[in-house]
């Protein structure tokens, strides 16, 4: 494996071409008293983009993320960008962290501290982590597949080589959403390399159910409540799995409409109560998401997964993997909130189920020490 260190540094070109694009953002009209109720609001998207072409700091955010040691790495000839920061105990466990959708390795950026030196947290720094958090092919810094096909299974094979390229025969996986179905097919293919796994998104990948399956009442209302958020909020997931280039060439050309179509998600995912996105997560952390799309146009690869998948031998009626297996629910989503039993029918060797009692989809950012913290127990219970 080639691996080489890297910067993250985007020409001072790029940065005043994407603040022309902002001043010239065409706004849409919207009808009087929408809120939220038709799609992300005009007065939120107005004040984001203010904020973006304003006041927003890129190179404050390439400081923080440069803070920490970064590399590509080129595995069967695609670049992989991951951040690499080695724990501080005298035996740490190393850890792969792949990110969600539509997200980056810089949402997880705020659990490396508390996982590589939990000793400046209170926590034990015999239970300390290596941390590595790639940048899925396609996503971030990562190079981008140009061959139709390349699906979450193919993304989890490189990960392996990844882990076996820093010297890891075994690892442990923390993952939710995209990085989920990579780590839980990873986990079914390649048993023997996992230490344990651990997930904020348990059901993804789904079990096999074949039609005359006995379900309890639990996994019925789980079913029927997932059923109703598809038809509800998954108009997005039947576009890009159907004709994902079309999307792509407004996504790609205009910053506003990219931000749109990301800050939905994540306020739509999050669920705040209040109704304020912003009361979980800073404008920065928003835009510097969103920015790292914009600045390695990589939407339409990503978006691409939706399509791709397809193509992915999910689990089937013989599939059952054995790997230690550790859960930690979220509070606002209830279609990410299957019963244990319907887990159990993939995973049957669960060790840690708990609630987080706070957070949504993109937990990671909002509530980084409690995830961590939940990590680190899941471990601690399997070393």
């Not at 809120?35 to 973006?52: C, E, Q, R, T």
């Not at 072409?53 to 390439?62: G, L, P, Q, S």
């Not at 799309?293 to 997964?305: D, E, G, L, S, V």
Request: with cysteine; charged share 20%; hydrophobic share 35%.
């Amino acid at each position: 494996m080639k691996m080489t260190p890297f910067t993250v540094h985007i020409h001072e070109d790029e940065i005043q071409e994407l603040k022309r694009r902002l001043h010239q953002t065409r706004w849409p009209d919207e009808i009087p008293g929408a809120n939220w109720d038709y799609g992300i609001p005009l007065s939120f998207m107005k004040d984001m983009i203010a904020y973006w072409k304003e006041e927003f700091d890129w190179r404050a955010v390439e400081r923080r993320i440069n803070s920490f040691s970064n590399y590509i790495a080129t595995i069967d000839g695609m670049d992989i960008h991951f951040i690499y920061a080695k724990g501080s105990g005298p035996n740490p466990i190393p850890i792969v962290i792949p990110h969600g959708w539509p997200s980056t390795f810089y949402e997880m950026i705020d659990l490396i501290p508390y996982l590589a030196h939990p000793d400046r947290y209170g926590g034990d720094a015999a239970l300390s982590f290596d941390v590595i958090l790639p940048s899925i092919p396609g996503h971030g810094f990562s190079g981008i597949p140009r061959e139709p096909g390349f699906e979450d299974r193919q993304a989890a094979d490189l990960l392996v080589k990844l882990m076996h390229g820093l010297g890891y025969e075994r690892f442990g996986a923390h993952g939710y959403d995209l990085g989920a179905s990579v780590l839980g097919l990873l986990c079914l293919d390649h048993p023997e390399r996992v230490i344990g796994y651990h997930t904020t998104s348990p059901g993804n990948p789904s079990p096999f159910l074949t039609k005359d399956a006995q379900l309890s009442e639990a996994e019925q209302v789980f079913l029927a409540c997932s059923a109703q958020w598809y038809r509800e909020e998954g108009g997005y997931a039947h576009i890009l799995g159907t004709k994902p280039q079309t999307s792509a060439y407004a996504l790609h050309d205009s910053p506003a409409g990219l931000a749109a179509f990301i800050l939905e998600k994540w306020h739509y995912w999050t669920g705040p109560a209040s109704g304020d996105l912003l009361r979980h997560f800073s404008k920065e952390d928003l835009l510097a998401n969103v920015s790292i799309y914009w600045f390695t146009k990589t939407i339409n690869a990503a978006n691409r997964y939706y399509y791709e998948g397809k193509h992915i031998q999910w689990p089937g009626p013989e599939d059952v993997c054995l790997v230690p297996h550790g859960v930690a629910l979220t509070a606002t989503q209830p279609h990410e909130r299957p019963p244990r039993e319907y887990v159990e029918r993939l995973f049957p060797n669960i060790r840690q189920w708990e609630e987080l009692h706070a957070g949504g989809h993109f937990v990671a950012l909002e509530e980084p020490e409690r995830v961590a913290g939940q990590i680190r127990s899941f471990f601690a219970g399997i070393r």
